[in-house]
């Protein structure tokens, strides 16, 4: 493998990985602050693209401005979801149950969008992202760029709101102690309804951007998830910066073994990574949350 | 539910409790019996049918595999949504030894199962230490990213035959003896598991299961090697899941990574795990019973995949969020404390006591 | 018989063993007492290999141990039961009791064998009758009640035959014919040559039943004799009503000085109309499931004083506080604050009312810094101007405010922490500030500024409830008294009253001794 394609595979992991780290940072804000797995977010992903496609061929609204469409109604939907049955599960084993019951979301999400647009492969897209630049000897399709910017503007946003609001500081505060910010008057089930809805907010936008890449069908959502599980699952669940980090550094991995062998195996290099760090480090590289017990 | 078969001093033959106790132990040996004729009988009644027969074989599948799997998850608690892995693993070693050792078709390919379960359990053992290391709700999601793995490697290997899958060895045996032969191969698996699951409940074994279902951390200071407990019933509850998926293999007749690498599988044991109750063993089997059935009929009636996902869906949410513990526990319970209001016995000697084997669950 | 020499261990900032040294002899019953929070169950968990010591060795019978797997400790016949009872909920009481017996059996046999053979089910029955508990034995454990679960959880120990014995308050939440048959059972097993230790507030049971008694404070072992040599040691009184007596006689003396309530004029003169109670608790009576903690309990709270709630562990201080801010329901009675019922109303909504909790463990927000911690008290107030103003306050009260203010939270001591958590919970200007043990934890220097500010926190004209270990401190800051013993209400006065009353030092250690104050 030659050192150029190596640089060329690097440079498509960090543009891809970028999306890819949007979308996992929303799975572990969603596990940091309600103890849940979301394992709809691959689903979700592929809703939000469906919704990009919808928006784009019958209704002719480009894939950036339809954003403003699809974002609203995924953080909608993702406070329905917390408003009307993850609320419902029981402490005791919340965590658990709630694989159970996203699971059951996931399955539903395929379901209508199987009887919506059948199980053809679709694709994104739009005349201005067919081309790429030519940077030396790279090419950065305009898409991933794109993508990328994409990805860093609404991360962005999402730590603008974090560090810089109060709703964001609620939110931080209900992560860190959450008996204190009971304590300190929060309201942890509109927290709670809030970050879920951002968490699956985060999905449509993620969806455009993986839609306008690759083919996809309603089936996708399987493959996505576990990708993203593995991201989330070797950044510590419940550690966000750890979640972005592992998404670019997986990523790049996953593009250099496509690269140097065969894409099909590219996905093998996320469950390596899974197997590997659990293996040594249960917690995930950045997981500091304590072992509790079970 | 209590795992105590066998003389228990606290209801002496001869006193009142002891006849409750015996009548009750009655009562459920009548059931298994009444159900393994059935069982039996069945295709004698419907062979002409060869809709029901197939519903009939794919229940039993079902039922072996839920069996299967709930000797792991429902008696240690933890949830593994991964066992398609094993099932397919079945399906893809009586294909793949059927098709290399050219066996001739017939009955000789039968031989050939317990190799797919001892595929499935040996494959169990690095999976399971790997698994096992975590919590458990990210042991969870570990079994679910070792299935993806697996269905990766049957896509791309290529001795695995890549998306096109396998074939075995045509059957060529008569069109109306065909189901019932295969019926009656499920039928002996899932007695076979059924059995297997009843010595596990009441063995030592399985009480050191059950006891870090409750309390892990508490069990292994009183002794129990949680470690090579939970490993060693992730084993066993693989090997029969195993057999399930070579028997479903040949039954079909042709194999590919999609079909027996379903993530529809694992739910589906999660799902007739939780209808029919976790942790017991009537359980599992009319938890399948009752939703393979179901999910047939839902094929057969609906076209589209899409209409028959939703439904599905929002059939295991639903029993998920309304039926958390399952219809047998339920409907044990109901017995139990419509038992206590009748004057008679103390009540005090009645709750988890019996059993537990196939049929009704403890009084 | 076991020998714990040098073991330390901490958690994070907190140092919970120091160089803590023990000796358990072999046929002896063992005590282990000390106030909250001293290590006691630290050690336990030590001991039996469910945590790890930093440093320090644990012998049994001569061979080292330390760091043994819990089920290896188990194998080496040290058994032990739970502060808070464990018990297999799912399995019944027989099943329970047999779980201990299954073990050391290669896993193919172990599948073989029925669940307990004829041999082991009836020495598990014998266990279960030692214990009084045969005719429960195919109830399913978690139906069984409190006190029953300490037993079964003790047959399930016996039945595995240890040489050893760890017995983590045995008697708590035991009523006392209960009790009695527990103290029965444990001489019996002793003569019959099982070695004990026993970890209990009861000091009752305490005394009359061990024949050694070793005392942790603060993690490290303070002294260790017979029980008579224990009780007449004034050391041990200090621990246990807290700090040492002149050091606080004098640091009490410049906290009067200062504080602009003169608390020798409360105790000298006390007062012939009381202001009018801010909270009233009228006939409270609460627990957790398995019993009242809580027994028809009537406070009253003065406003504009300091009233400190003491009394030995288990009494229902923490019980008492979880009825007050809504964090527990009660069964019985009201409680008022301001003349409105607050019992039954939601946490926030008693926060709203102007009520503010201090709770016992770190409240902090760690990975913020203390100024956002102090703002983020004013969560819930939109005004920014007046949350403006609150802070200028508050920080001029509290100087570390400033001082500290942009430092992440977790990076402060303990008691900087503490005091960073009145300043926040001053942010909603409350009327009525609940401290629980806010000096728990600390060392004496540290103690004392905790106690100076909660004083100062008082002479802004704000009611203060706060319980405390630290009796003898608590009391002396305050103007008034209440002592909980069991769930009721012994002694009431004012604080000085309170503190002078010959029954206190009884309270604490049990039988008739010289309180030394």
Redesign the interface.
């Known amino acids: 493998m030659s050192f150029d394609s190596l640089i060329q595979a690097i440079l498509d992991g960090v543009l891809t990985g970028g999306v890819y780290a949007l979308m996992a940072a929303g799975l572990s804000l969603i596990f940091g602050v309600m103890d849940i797995?979301n394992?709809a977010q691959g689903a979700m992903v592929i809703l939000g693209a469906y919704l990009s496609y919808a928006l784009s061929v019958h209704l002719g609204i480009d894939l950036f401005l339809g954003l403003l469409i699809t974002v609203p109604v995924m953080f909608v939907l993702g406070m329905f979801l917390e408003w009307g049955?993850i609320r419902?599960l029981?402490e005791g084993d919340r965590?658990?149950?709630s694989?159970?019951?996203t699971?059951?979301?996931?399955?539903?999400?395929?379901?209508?969008?199987?009887?919506?647009f059948g199980?053809d492969y679709d694709q994104l897209s739009a005349s201005y992202l067919n081309s790429s630049v030519h940077i030396l000897n790279f090419y950065l399709p305009d898409i991933y760029l794109f993508g990328f910017a994409l990805a860093v503007v609404l991360l962005g946003g999402l730590y603008v709101m974090f560090f810089r609001t109060?709703f964001g500081?609620?939110l931080?505060?209900s992560l860190?102690?959450r008996?204190?910010?009971?304590?300190?008057?929060?309201?942890v089930n509109r927290t709670r309804m809030l970050a879920t809805g951002i968490g699956v907010g985060v999905t449509a936008a993620g969806g455009m951007v993986y839609g306008a890449t690759s083919a996809f069908n309603?089936d996708s959502g399987?493959?996505l998830i576990?990708r993203l599980?593995?991201i989330v699952?070797l950044g510590g669940?419940g550690s966000i910066g750890g979640a972005m980090a592992s998404a670019v550094l997986l990523l790049i991995a996953a593009d250099i073994v496509a690269t140097a062998w065969?894409p099909?195996?590219s996905?093998?290099v996320f469950?390596a990574a899974?197997?590997l760090v659990?293996?040594f480090r249960?917690i995930g590289l950045f997981g500091a949350r304590a072992?509790?017990?079970? | 539910m209590s795992a105590t078969a066998g003389t228990d001093p606290a209801a002496a033959p001869g006193t009142e409790q002891g006849t409750v106790r015996s009548r009750s132990r009655l009562a459920v040996r009548l059931v298994v019996v009444v159900a393994l004729a059935i069982g039996i009988l069945f295709p004698l009644a419907e062979n002409s049918d060869q809709g029901t027969m197939s519903i009939a074989f794919f229940a039993l599948i079902f039922m072996a595999s839920v069996t299967a799997w709930n000797i792991f998850s429902g008696y240690s608690g933890y949830l593994a949504l991964g066992h398609a892995v094993f099932f397919g693993t079945g399906a893809y070693t009586i294909a793949l030894t059927a098709n290399d050792w050219h066996v001739p078709a017939g009955w000789s390919i039968m031989w050939l199962l317990p190799l797919c379960g001892l595929a499935a359990g040996v494959l169990a053992i690095p999976l399971g230490l790997v698994a096992l290391r975590t919590r458990r709700h990210v042991f969870v999601v570990v079994t679910i990213a070792f299935f993806f793995i697996f269905q990766t490697l049957a896509t791309n290997l290529s001795f695995t035959g890549g998306t096109g899958g396998l074939q075995l060895p045509f059957l060529d045996w008569n069109y109306d003896v065909y189901n019932e032969r295969f019926y009656y191969v499920a039928l002996v698996l899932v007695v076979l598991t059924v059995i297997l699951s009843w010595v596990v409940r009441r063995s030592r074994f399985g009480l050191q299961l059950m006891a870090i279902r409750d309390d892990e951390d508490r069990a292994r200071g009183m002794g129990v090697r949680t470690t090579r407990v939970k490993l060693a019933a992730f084993v066993l509850s693989a090997i029969p899941v195993g057999i399930a998926g070579g028997i479903w293999a040949y039954f079909l007749g042709s194999i590919y990574p999609q079909s027996a690498f379903d993530p529809l599988f694992d739910i589906a044991l999660a799902l007739m795990g939780f209808i029919g109750g976790i942790g017991t063993i009537s359980g599992p089997l009319l938890g399948a019973l009752v939703l393979e059935s179901l999910q047939q009929k839902l094929t057969q009636t609906f076209s589209t995949d899409g209409l028959y996902l939703i439904i599905y869906g929002a059939l295991f949410l639903a029993v998920l969020l309304l039926l958390p513990r399952g219809i047998v526990p339920s409907v044990a319970e109901r017995v139990r404390s419509w038992r206590a209001r009748r004057p008679g016995p103390s009540a005090s000697a009645e709750p988890a006591a019996g059993t537990g084997v196939a049929g009704v669950a403890p009084q | 018989m076991i020998e714990v020499q040098g073991i330390s261990k901490s958690y994070g900032g907190v140092q919970a063993l120091s160089l803590c040294d023990l000796s358990v002899p072999e046929g002896s019953i063992s005590g282990l007492i000390g106030p909250n929070g001293s290590g006691k169950t630290t050690l336990f968990n030590v001991i039996t290999g469910y945590e790890r010591a930093r440093e320090g060795e644990v012998r049994f019978n001569g061979n080292a141990i330390t760091g043994s797997a819990p089920d290896r400790v188990f194998d080496l016949g040290i058994g032990r039961t739970f502060q808070l009872t464990r018990v297999f909920g799912r399995l019944s009481v027989l099943e329970n009791v047999l779980v201990a017996t299954q073990r050391s059996e290669g896993w193919v046999r172990g599948l073989l064998r029925l669940a307990g053979s004829a041999s082991e089910r009836r020495r598990a029955m014998e266990m279960l009758d030692f214990v009084g508990l045969a005719r429960l034995a195919s109830d399913l454990a978690g139906t069984l009640s409190f006190g029953q679960r300490k037993l079964l959880e003790l047959a399930s120990l016996l039945v595995a035959d240890p040489a050893v014995l760890l017995l983590d308050e045995p008697a708590g939440g035991v009523n006392p014919t209960l009790i009695n048959q527990l103290a029965e059972r444990i001489r019996e097993l002793n003569k019959a040559g099982k070695t004990f230790l026993v970890v209990e507030h009861n000091m009752e049971f305490v005394m009359t039943l061990c024949d050694r008694v070793t005392v942790l404070s603060q993690g490290a072992t303070l002294a260790s004799g017979t029980p008579e040599e224990i009780r007449a040691n004034p050391a041990v009184l200090d621990a246990y009503l807290g700090g040492d007596v002149a050091e606080e006689a004098a640091a009490q003396d410049a906290r009067a000085k200062r504080s602009q309530i003169s608390v020798g004029a409360a105790a000298a003169a006390p007062q012939p109309t009381a202001p009018a109670p801010i909270l009233r608790v009228k006939g409270v009576s609460a627990g957790y499931g398995g019993g009242d903690i809580l027994k028809d309990v009537t406070i009253d709270v003065a406003e504009g004083g300091i009233t400190c709630i003491v009394g030995p562990n288990g009494a229902g201080k923490s019980t008492l506080l979880a009825t007050i801010t809504g964090l527990l329901r009660t069964r019985t009675g009201t409680i008022e604050f301001r003349g409105e019922q607050i019992n039954g109303l939601a946490p926030g909504q008693i926060l709203g009312r102007g009520v503010s909790l201090v709770p016992q463990i770190h409240s902090l927000f760690p990975a913020m810094t203390v100024r956002e911690n102090v703002e983020m008290g004013a969560f819930s107030i939109n005004d920014k101007a007046l949350v403006a103003r609150r802070l200028a306050a508050v920080q001029e009260l509290f100087p570390i405010v400033v001082e500290r203010a942009h430092e992440k939270a977790a990076s402060l001591s303990g008691g900087q922490q503490r005091l960073v958590e009145f300043a926040r919970c001053l942010m909603l200007d409350p009327s009525l500030i609940i401290l629980d043990e806010p000096s728990m934890g600390l060392d004496p220097t540290t103690r004392g500024i905790v106690f100076d500010t909660v004083a100062h926190m008082n002479t802004t004209g704000r009611t203060i409830l706060l319980v405390e270990q630290n009796a003898r401190a608590g009391l002396r800051l305050s103007s008034h008294g209440v002592v909980l013993e069991n769930g009721t209400v012994r002694l009431t006065g004012s604080g000085h009253e309170v503190l002078e009353h010959p029954e206190i030092g009884a309270l604490y250690l049990g039988g008739a001794i010289e309180p030394v104050l």
């Open positions: 797995i394992i049955f419902r029981r965590t658990s149950m694989i159970l019951i699971y059951a979301f996931a399955i539903i999400i395929e379901g209508v969008l199987t009887v919506l199980t109060k500081r609620g931080r505060a860190q102690n008996t204190a910010a009971d304590l300190v008057g929060i309201n309603p399987y493959d576990s599980l593995a699952i669940m065969e099909t195996w996905i093998l469950y899974i197997i659990l293996s249960p072992v509790r017990s079970q």
